[in-house]
């Protein structure tokens, strides 16, 4: 298997909203963007998917390491081999690819967020940074652009933790402030005992709007000259509102399940945003 196989099969098995963004773009810079996603996904996987804390750290560090050697020229994983041929010709920098890992190191270090300050702060290492290095990939001549992609990135990452309330609590980890918790008269025992209660439903509609802010205020930092090559990064919009949508309709019953979208209704928003736009 060639390494940009390897990429493909790891970005085809996630069933991301991501994948289906990839579909339309030319071929050098969809390699290029799947290979970032399976870099994104290696990471991740080091912490959700190993069970001894020291292990995912010694794997953390393995990966800061190659990602040195990979700008050196000298990379082993399939992934920064992959990756490795576009990192000039996107000005892919390395202290964002280390930002993402150190982002996957803040799930090792600590499990609540005491504000919404301290939750963004872990939004843009996991999710704001993946961001500007898609709307790079995609191709950004303005930096207005790369703006309205961390922005963006950050509206991604809000609608994930409002998606998996329930699934995150079931590992122990809560990303709702705490202090936004008290607020609405919500504990943490409610979270981890899955107790859907009107305070909660309230709690989750306050995440939504922010969440839908979010995306209003990263398409307004778009510049007109860049909208078209970040159709990608607008049909994840697409994608990712829809399902804030569909939670709202549902009432914020995510503490027992995880609502999500159909591949067939993924592919159909893809296809007419990148039409549309």
């Not at 829809?242 to 503490?255: A, M, P, S």
Request: with cysteine.
């Amino acid at each position: 298997m060639s390494p940009d196989e390897y990429c493909q099969q790891k970005a085809a098995q996630s069933g991301s909203s991501f994948y289906y963004s990839f579909l339309f773009l030319p071929p050098e810079r969809r390699r290029a963007i799947t290979a970032l996603y399976a870099f994104c996904r290696e990471v991740d996987d080091t912490v959700d998917e190993t069970s001894d804390e020291s292990l995912a750290r010694i794997k953390l560090a393995w990966w800061r390491t190659e990602v040195g050697a990979m700008y050196e020229g000298k990379p082993t994983h399939p992934v920064t081999k992959a990756l490795q041929p576009f990192l000039q010709a996107y000005t892919l920098r390395q202290e964002h690819l280390h930002a993402i890992i150190d982002g996957m190191e803040m799930d090792l270090n600590q499990s609540r967020y005491l504000d919404y300050a301290g939750l963004k702060k872990y939004c843009w290492h996991v999710a704001s940074v993946v961001g500007i290095l898609s709307a790079s990939i995609f191709g950004a001549t303005r930096p207005e652009t790369l703006q309205y992609a961390e922005k963006l990135g950050h509206a991604f990452q809000l609608t994930n933790i409002i998606r998996d309330v329930g699934e995150d609590a079931r590992k122990g980890r809560i990303y709702l402030p705490i202090n936004e918790l008290q607020q609405f008269g919500v504990t943490a025992a409610d979270l981890l005992n899955a107790r859907h209660s009107e305070n909660f439903t309230k709690l989750m509609a306050f995440q939504a709007a922010r969440a839908q802010q979010a995306y209003d205020e990263a398409f307004a930092l778009l510049p007109k000259e860049d909208r078209r090559a970040q159709r990608p990064g607008l049909i994840m919009a697409a994608i990712y509102r829809t399902l804030l949508d569909e939670i709202e309709r549902d009432g914020y019953h995510v503490l027992t399940q995880r609502i999500s979208l159909t591949p067939l209704r993924k592919l159909w928003l893809a296809w007419k945003t990148w039409v549309r736009s």
